[in-house]
């Protein structure tokens, strides 16, 4: 059973920035596609960031240019570096596998305030 721990939320002000991080367990993490979600109050979870097994990226509309996510397979983490942070960025981030339907169970999340 993978097990995912995200952490590196926080408060920041409008155009501050944050990086995330996502450690999971598990042997096959280096073969799967990853992926930042985000869940505002009232609002569906939605993915802002994707990342291949071997590093192809691709993101939200919403975040393209402010966001980054990367990963080190070898210490079976995800990142995401958020710049320019904006009011509307304030969420819970998880991270999970890119493809929604394979899931593992979800984390707690981290918590992300941007003030304006």
């Known amino acids: 059973q993978v097990q995912l721990v995200e952490s590196g939320g926080g408060l920041v002000q409008a155009g501050g920035s944050l990086r995330l991080s996502c450690a999971a367990s598990?042997?096959?993490?280096?073969?799967?596609?990853m992926g930042w979600y985000r869940q505002a109050p009232g609002k569906q979870r939605e993915l802002v960031a994707g990342?291949?097994?071997?590093?192809?990226?691709n993101y939200a509309d919403s975040v393209k240019g402010r966001f980054t996510i990367s990963r080190d397979n070898v210490k079976k983490t995800v990142y995401l570096q958020m710049n320019s942070l904006k009011p509307e960025d304030t969420a819970v981030y998880y991270c999970?596998?890119?493809?929604?339907?394979?899931?593992?169970?979800w984390g707690r999340g981290t918590q992300v305030t941007v003030s304006s």
């Open positions: 990342i291949s097994s071997g590093g192809d990226t």
């Open positions: 999970n596998r890119a493809r929604l339907a394979a899931a593992w169970p």
């Open positions: 598990g042997s096959i993490f280096s073969i799967i596609a």
